[in-house]
């Protein structure tokens, strides 16, 4: 499986639609093929960050998933949410 995280930080007063936003993301992920796992999360202690966490069969499903027009759709509206880019983090399972 290959796994996804990515922070988003969000534009004040923009949280309420940017997690309803998200919220439609995520079941739209879990409609594309090869879609494992789809959450997300807001931070406790900095209330205007966002993760994303995905799970994925393969970079394929990945490849298929970034072309589709939810996605497209998502970054669309998110886009003016945020007050910068978005995070992606690398990162390996140890156990």
Known sequence: ???????????????????????????????????????????????????????WENQESIDKHLASSHDLKFREDLDPLLAGPPEFYDWEKLA
Request: glycine letters at 8%.
């Open 1 to 55: 499986m290959i796994t996804d995280l990515m922070k988003f930080t969000i534009k004040e007063g923009c949280i309420t639609e940017a997690i309803e936003v998200m919220k439609n993301q995520m079941k739209n992920n879990l409609g594309d093929d090869g879609c494992l796992m789809s959450n997300v999360f807001r931070s406790n202690t900095a209330p205007n960050e966002i993760f994303l966490l995905l799970g």
